[in-house]
């Protein structure tokens, strides 16, 4: 069994071609330009050689003369206080260098600016099994081990809080004293529109509830930090991190160093997916111990601390309530999400938000309430993971409409095609949603998987599913507020023809290194391999924000095309005065500037930037990019818009055991909306990695906890938290839908994290299809369906999931009117607020493109 | 990455040196042939032997020697990867040899031998754990603690034997030769478990597995199913080894119903062979001998899955042994 690809590449029905107008920000060519020779195209990634020899260096392979290294000693208390930590008899053993604990390092640091809540090493308090309480540098990690070991703690145990529901009935003790009041971190209570009412009028509502277990990234490169102190008064940190540019900001305040002297150089990471985006203990402290003993210091997780380090998938339970008309088509949508948030902030106010932000980007949604409400509880922080926020709620909506579906007798995939927003028009929650290839994604996999002659078709036991998702290219917003690029390139020239390119971008295993290649050298006219990419070091490359979000080609691909651009222009100007031949004339091809009437007439790239520095000397630039502002002005309007989205649609073909539960997912034909693709290859492999990852969220992922056993993971390994093998991955077909986006370099999309959107549902789906019952929570366990097959045997309800949330006190919501009745963008409480006079009061609710805004 | 604690190793070439090395250091020294349970747990600090008695250098128990007609006798060195492939034990025990191929991953079935799965510590979700995870719930009773966290309430540990073939060697009735500066002794599958997860071996530490001797392969069959999440990787939440003889007419004239992983041993059900004897295996007597299992079975919540479905579908899972003896 293995993967099988079907059609390579598929063009859209708005597919790209040569005889339409470019689309997307396309690089301006000095005269006519020729065909783009690399981007489009399956060019190798420019660091396969040394990944696939075991050549490439990741940070635990680095290593410096006198280094030292380190380790953490680790809570086992999940909620305690401090009394005190004798370090005596650690400090004494042979080969310790330094023993340090939270009193080095009073300052609190945090991913986001409204959550700085956490310590480099735990000063009073302890907050889940594994808060990192004391470090040692030592000759080798077996003597810092031990040193570890011979780290005396008194705990003081306090109420260990599991769950939201705990955390709920539990205000005090107070795991963090910020926050909203208790142990509730972030609230968020929205409404655009009166979403009572549009339900009171609809024809049918529907109300369910959902819960989504969390998991981790589970990346194979455990992360790693190797840190260096120099005599003149500056530290280096290399490090597996997705976002150097928020680890060198947050090192310079917990190290209270100036900024310019501190220098983060992420090394390519082995796998990230949003586990390597926050600023970690370990990533400080290799650094104050460098610091202190003057050597350097390294330290790599072992696999159970980088369970405990987490910032994964947080656990939510959804509750969703949605008129629609007899048609299907959504009039109202009232969701409630309640959010596990694990021990620390992290990025959790944005993930609370991301909880609901995008339920309004693939079915037109004409009033939306949101209410979310996120806990802390004594577990490893929640925080990011591959869809940010979004595959929870997604999977809710994606099987509330085929419950909905059901419910009306309809075509699943007709109510979802009747419901699609429209191409270059504003959401419910003034999202602006630019090209918007759903449409053709759903064809695509409805024809592929030849689904009218399964559904509702096949024997019992096996079943089809289909679902959709969208997501990002992108945030709109920094994580800091400021108003300067989100991503910068500069490009140096050189005589040999070299072209060296910089840009603070991380490769994660994403190929961000290869994407950046590409476009340079195709703006250029020359061969990726001439291209020496250097990325995310804080000392040379100009800010990307990082690889998170799904941003690094869009923000990063634009700065790319500037900056070449304009690296290009210099050299046209030199060549044209050189070959008298005006610059409209000039093409950058094959490694030539040349003649587009005389081709044979040209130069060599080399010759041209010869020329062009003979001319006006050294050859430089630079390019930046910052996303649109987004239209909506209400508290929490940040959060959701981006300049581009992207969209999937899966089908998943299933084989259910009715007489265990066990679920087979066969195989998956998957559609995405990638704009346009810069390299079909690496689009195809996020497409497949995330399949795979999805399929682990769907039928097994979990992190566990056993709240009667001191809230302790139940088993941080990679034999027991069960992730799928090869054996368990399906044949997957995938098919690019390619409609340009204004917003994209070349027109192009992120696809690293929306294709896992549609996975999970999509396999809930198919179980339905397939046995008749319902698991409304991910992961579809065995258990879970087996249960839900006896309880159907037996009359009762063929269904497995939350029966009940638990009491919260909504406030009242900030009141947002949508785009088509009047609204300006705020909310009517903010002094600011303008009702707009509609211009057709009428207000259709497919005409309400506000692109032009 | 966790790291080894300080530890003597010998690498002696002869049985009767390893026996040796080993009786002169006692209770401090273990035995290792591919290390793959070994290691693991040494590095969790869940076994701290200061001796590790290597056994990769003995040829003699990498051999597999007899006939089928008067019992093959496999070396308990000899590979899981090699007793999955080998063609003798393919041709007469492709039970044997299915079990082996299910056991961990391709490369530590090239590493792991027969003699560590038949004498694999018992497993608990409570035990397999890093030694600052255990101490951060003050232990169990298997190693440093007092309380059994799986049946808080009971004076005895539940740990579960996880091994693949375990189940299948008993019933079979396989039989064990162990050799120490006693001499040698042979123990059957049937008497070399014993009834709690800490002392799940009847054999003594100092007593080297040198080999295991199939019975003649003439008139049973014997079956193997193994419950897990994936594929590959896991360790079974469940295995039924069934063993079956049949007249020319299909009527069963002896049945053995064995559970793995579901008790600290594998552990034979009775009453559930005893009901298919005089019976053919039709659907009525395999789905009575399979809810006789049910009924028996004891998993409990140390393993992945929770224990009430290992339990719920342990009737489907011997039935699907049983059925593939028709």
Known sequence: MGVSNGTPKDNGANGHGQTTEPVGRHPRGEGERSDSAVVGKPFVKVDSRSKVLGTMKFADDLTLPRMLHAKLLRSTEAHARIVSIDTTRAEALEGVYAVLTGRSMPITYGILPVSQDEHALCVDRVRYIGDPVAAVAAVDEETAEAACRA????????????????????????????????????????????????????????EDLFFYEGNTHLPLEQHASLAEWHPDGKVTLWSSTQTPHYVHRAL?????????????????????????????????????????????????????????????????????????????????????????????????????????????????????????????????????????????????????????AADLGLDPIEVRK????????????????????????????????????????????????????????????????????????????????????????????????????FIVADVLGIDPVDIRVVCGDTDLTPVDLGSYSSRVTLMMGNAAIEAAERARAPLAEAVSKKLSIPRSRLVFGGNRVFDAENPETGVTFAEAVQFAETSIGTIGSTGSYKPPRAPGRYKGAGVG??????????????????????????????????????????????????????????????????????????????????????????????????????????????????????IMPAVANAVFDAVGVRVDEVPISAEKVLKAILAKAEGKDGRYGPAKTPAVEWHEPHRVPPPWEGGDGRAIDDPKHMPVPLADPSGHRYKHDMSGD | MLRLPDFDYYAPSTAEEAVRVAADHGPDAAYV?????????????????????????????????????????????????????????????????????????????????????????????????????????????????EICWVAPSSPKCWAV????????????????????????????????????????????????????CLPPANGWRAAYVKLRRRASFDFPVLGVAARVKTAADGTVEEATVVLGAVHPSPRIIEEAGAVLVGRKLTDEAIREAGEIAQHLARPLDNTDFLPHWRKQVVATHVGRALAGLR
Not at chain 1, 162 to 170: F, G, I, M
Not at chain 1, 176 to 204: M, T
Not at chain 1, 442 to 467: H, M, N, Q, T
């Open chain 1, 151 to 206: 780290i005396d703690v008194v705990y003081e145990r306090l109420t260990a809080i599991d769950s939201v529901k705990t955390a709920l009935e539990t205000p005090e003790p107070r795991i963090h004293d910020y926050g909203e009041e208790g142990n509730i971190h972030k609230r968020v209570d929205l409404e655009f529109g009166n979403v009572d009412e549009a339900l009171a009028s609809s024809h049918h509502v529907r």
């Open chain 1, 252 to 404: 310079a305040k917990v190290l209270e160093l100036p900024p310019s002297r501190v220098r983060v150089v992420a090394i390519p990471n082995g796998g990230g997916f949003g586990g390597k985006s926050d600023i970690f203990n370990h990533e400080i402290v290799v650094a104050k111990l460098a610091m202190v003993t003057g050597r350097p210091v390294k330290i790599c997780l072992t696999r159970e601390e980088v369970f405990y380090c987490h910032r994964g998938r947080h656990p939510v339970l959804m509750r969703f309530r949605t008129g629609v008309d007899e048609r299907g088509r959504i009039l109202g949508m009232h969701s409630q999400t309640y959010i596990d948030g694990g021990a620390y902030g992290s990025y959790g106010v944005a993930s609370t938000f991301y909880t609901g932000a995008l339920q309004t980007v693939t079915y037109h949604v004409d009033r939306y309430k949101f209410d979310s409400v996120r806990c802390f509880t004594n577990k490893p922080p929640c925080g990011p993971k591959r869809g940010h926020g979004t595959p929870q709620p997604r999977f809710g909506l994606e099987v509330q409409i085929d419950k909905i």
């Open chain 1, 418 to 517: 009747q419901n699609l927003v429209e191409p270059h028009s504003m959401t419910a929650n003034w999202l602006r949603v630019g090209s918007m290839g759903l449409g053709p994604c759903i064809d695509k996999v409805v024809e592929g998987s030849d689904w009218y002659s399964k559904f509702r078709k096949l024997p019992y036991g096996r079943g089809v599913g289909l679902a959709c998702g969208s997501y990002l290219s992108g945030a709109g917003l920094p994580i800091y507020w400021n108003d300067m690029p989100h991503s910068g390139v500069q490009i140096k020239l050189d005589r040999s023809g070299g072209v060296a390119v910089f840009c603070g971008a991380t490769d994660i295993g994403q190929g961000s290194d290869s994407v950046l290649a």
């Open chain 1, 641 to 758: 818009p981006s300049p581009a989205y992207s969209y999937s649609a899966a089908v998943a073909e299933v084989d259910v055991d009715p007489e265990t539960g066990l679920v087979a997912v066969e195989r998956i034909w998957i559609a995405h909306d990638i704009g346009r693709s810069i390299n079909p290859t690496l689009v195809m492999g996020q497409v497949e990695g995330s399949v795979y990852m999805g399929l682990g969220e769907a039928l097994m992922e979990a992190m566990e906890y056993r709240g009667n056993r001191g809230v302790v993971h139940k088993f941080p390994s990679m034999l027991e938290y069960k992730s799928p093998t090869t054996m368990e991955m399906c044949d997957v077909v995938t098919y690019l839908i390619e409609d340009p986006d204004p917003n994209g370099p070349y027109g192009a999309k992120e696809v690293g994290q929306g294709p896992l959107l549609p």
């Open chain 2, 33 to 145: 042939a591919g290390g793959t349970d070994l290691y693991p747990n040494m590095k969790r600090r869940q076994q701290t032997p200061a001796v590790v008695v290597g056994l990769s250098r003995i040829s003699a128990l990498r051999e597999i020697t007899g006939e089928a007609s008067s019992g093959l006798r496999i070396g308990a060195g000899v590979t899981l990867t090699r007793l999955a492939e080998d063609e003798r034990v393919r041709a007469a025990y492709p039970s044997v040899a299915y079990a082996a191929s299910t056991i961990s991953t391709p490369l530590l079935r090239n590493m792991g031998t027969i003699g560590g799965n038949l004498l694999l510590d018992t497993r608990c979700n409570y035990y397999d754990q890093t030694y600052e995870w255990r101490k951060s719930i003050d232990f169990c009773m298997k190693r440093d603690g």
């Open chain 2, 161 to 212: 034997n996880s091994s693949d073939e375990a189940p299948l060697m008993v019933a079979l009735d396989a039989k064990l030769r162990f050799v120490s500066p006693e001499g040698e002794r042979e123990i059957p599958a049937r008497e070399l478990y014993g009834a709690d997860g800490i002392n799940y071996l009847t054999k003594r530490p100092d007593e080297l597995l040198l080999d295991v």
